[in-house]
């Protein structure tokens, strides 16, 4: 029988970094704080709503969830779909963007907490699962069925599971194996290679644990973007890690594979001191980290300026509602992160009534909007021009 102790789940960190590991970090490091970097902040703000979306997206597809962006979107806007299973995979969509938007809040004001701490991660389950009907709280098992309650821990033998061949620790012991986890990454005690690391390290052994009855993976993804945010390379919310889960480097099973590896026993002496593998553990974070790097460097590539701006002109060349003067409104919106309404005859050149038609036009497909009536416009990126903005984004694009 294995062993409860919460030092089971050792070892946790890294001592020790690889080559191959620290030339990762120090180009993820770059990567990440040049990412976004030519973008006015008002449509940088704009493009990580739009990545909020696209986390979600590949966290439901992790899941086994294929929830079509458009389908988000409308959840989003309150529009759920009538067949009870397809709602319930909308409100899930709908509240991962609501928690991970709350994070990047909380990330640009300074007041995000230790990502690691059990007060953090109870709160990303309660409030991912906080308006969630009863049917998706009710978990079935080989011979017991309950109501899960957001935010709390597995603690009766009835929430005890096994995932795949890991058998993770019992209900009683999950407490301990989380004050343990919390003590263990506390991004006060690390520095800024060791807080990267342990974004990777952290992801694994929180799955490990398995601390709630369900709704794991979603929590660790979105503990892993916290981490991200506090660590320095979140680029302001510009890339998900979701989206490189659920692809790989190769291929999409690569993320159970890689989690598998990282259950593997320590093997032998030259194997670290720990439970776990020392070997597997740097494989994984090796891995994992890879996979961040392969994300902002793609992510970088959509939203560079230039490139951005010549999809927009593709976008409105192939309109069938849009006159041509309605790219020097997006250029302009591009450039300058907003601007004026008064100012739309001097942009587009037209007079004063014809420059209004053309931003109605705009404003009807969704591509500037404002927060007012009347107020001054900015881009958007609606999921109807995600194949010619943003193609290879989500997969039907």
């Given at each position: 029988m294995t062993e409860e102790?919460?030092?089971?789940?050792?070892?946790?960190?890294?001592?020790?970094?690889?080559?191959?590991?620290?030339?990762v970090i120090a180009d993820l490091s770059v990567a990440s704080t040049k990412l976004g970097v030519g973008l006015h902040p008002r449509t940088a703000a704009n493009l990580a709503d739009l990545v909020r979306l696209m986390n979600t997206y590949y966290s439901n597809l992790i899941e086994g969830h294929n929830t079509r962006p458009k389908d988000i979107a409308r959840a989003l806007e309150g529009k759920l779909d009538q067949d009870e299973g397809r709602r319930n995979l909308q409100l899930e969509a709908a509240a991962h963007v609501r928690v991970q938007t709350e994070i990047d809040r909380l990330a640009s004001d300074g007041k995000l907490g230790e990502p690691a701490s059990i007060e953090f991660i109870k709160w990303l389950h309660l409030e991912f699962y906080r308006h969630a009907p009863e049917d998706m709280l009710r978990i079935s098992g080989k011979d017991s069925e309950f109501i899960m309650v957001p935010g709390a821990w597995r603690s009766k033998p009835q929430h005890d599971v096994a995932v795949g061949r890991h058998v993770p620790p019992s209900s009683a012991r999950v407490d301990d194996f989380m004050k343990y986890f919390e003590q263990r990454y506390a991004f006060k005690s690390l520095k800024t290679a060791g807080r990267?690391?342990?974004?990777?390290?952290?992801?694994?052994r929180f799955n490990y644990i398995h601390p709630f009855p369900d709704g794991n993976g979603r929590v660790s993804r979105l503990m892993s973007h916290a981490m991200a945010q506090l660590s320095g390379i979140g680029s302001h919310g510009l890339w998900s890690i979701s989206r490189g889960l659920a692809r790989g480097l190769k291929t999409p099973s690569e993320y159970k594979r890689m989690m598998d590896l990282a259950d593997t026993p320590r093997q032998g002496d030259l194997d670290g001191r720990g439970n776990l593998s020392l070997k597997a553990l740097s494989e994984f974070i090796l891995w994992f980290l890879q996979v961040c790097l392969d994300q902002v460097k793609f992510m970088d590539s959509l939203f560079e300026l230039d490139s951005l701006g010549q999809r927009l002109r593709t976008y409105v060349e192939r309109s069938s509602t849009l006159k041509p003067e309605a790219i020097r409104l997006l250029e302009e919106?591009?450039?300058r992160g907003q601007f004026e309404r008064g100012d739309i005859s001097r942009i587009t050149g037209l007079p004063d009534r014809t420059a209004r038609r053309v931003l109605a036009d705009v404003i009807a497909d969704g591509l500037l909007a404002s927060e007012t009536p009347k107020g001054a416009v900015s881009l958007r990126f609606p999921v109807e021009a995600l194949d010619v903005l943003f193609p290879r984004l989500f997969p039907e694009t």
């Open positions: 102790t919460p030092q089971r789940i050792e070892p946790a960190r890294l001592e020790e970094t690889s080559e191959a590991i620290a030339d990267i690391m342990a974004i990777a390290a952290a992801h694994h919106a591009l450039i």
